[in-house]
T-cell receptor, first 113, second 112 residues
Framework: AQSVTQLDSHVSVSEGTPVLLRCNYS??????LFWYVQHPNKGLQLLLK??????LVKGINGFEAEFKKSETSFHLTKPSAHMSDAAEYFC???????????FGDGTTLTVKP | EAGVAQSPRYKIIEKRQSVAFWCNPI?????LYWYQQILGQGPKLLIQ????????DSQLPKDRFSAERLKGVDSTLKIQPAKLEDSAVYLC??????????FGPGTRLTVL
């Protein structure tokens, strides 16, 4: 069985400051890990993915995430938040070879001017 | 490249009525997913198809939910009869060779 825990349901940062969205996973195998973003009234969009290659993964819009097997974590970071980053973020674990996907409950990111 | 299409975008029904959702995946994508996203929660996988075969439907409430993917392209998800707790956004996604899922805009269902 696999599970995903997003440790913060809400994160609020000021524009221009760093962003950290935390994700821990539990899996009996080496999963693929993803971060998706969901803006209001828009579909889910892939930010980045880890599939057992480099442990530091760079995504779109300046986001990156680091896979740490020893900590079973896949935290999402960005050096400097922009107002347009305000959205819901989901961490996803997937059994390799297009297996079942498990979503975390999401983290709402608010960016203050 | 056209994205994943879903219809309708919104649906309001009364409990015990039936409803159906339609999804057209990205051309050539073999894998199709249906998710249920209840307000304040992450999407929950209901069913996953590989071409026209079911890969995983372990979380599909089979007493009231059904889904099919005839000819391995379009898919429909049906609820019969609907309950109040079925109010949610129903998301369809498809993926090709690289496991990245592409999501449609979703159908927002309200059951009164």
């Amino acid at each position: 069985a696999q599970s995903v825990t997003q440790l913060d349901s809400h994160v609020s940062v000021s524009e221009g400051t760093p962003v950290l969205l935390r994700c821990n996973y539990s899996s009996s195998y080496s999963p693929s890990l993803f971060w998706y973003v969901q803006h209001p009234n828009k579909g889910l969009q892939l930010l980045l993915k880890y599939t057992s290659a480099a442990t530091l993964v760079k995504g779109i819009n300046g986001f990156e995430a680091e896979f740490k097997k020893s900590e079973t974590s896949f935290h999402l970071t960005k050096p400097s938040a922009h107002m347009s980053d305000a959205a819901e973020y989901f961490c996803v674990s997937q059994n390799t070879n297009a297996g079942k996907s498990t979503f975390g409950d999401g983290t709402t990111l608010t960016v203050k001017p | 490249e056209a994205g994943v299409a879903q219809s309708p975008r919104y649906k309001i029904i009364e409990k015990r009525q039936s409803v159906a959702f339609w999804c057209n995946p990205i051309s050539g994508h073999a894998t199709l997913y249906w998710y249920q996203q209840i307000l304040g929660q992450g999407p929950k996988l209901l069913i996953q198809f590989q071409n026209n075969g079911v890969v995983d439907d372990s979380q599909l409430p089979k007493d009231r939910f059904s889904a099919e993917r005839l000819k391995g392209v379009d898919s429909t998800l049906k609820i019969q009869p609907a309950k109040l707790e079925d109010s949610a956004v129903y998301l369809c996604a498809s993926s090709g060779d690289h496991n990245e899922q592409f999501f449609g805009p979703g159908t927002r269902l309200t059951v009164l």
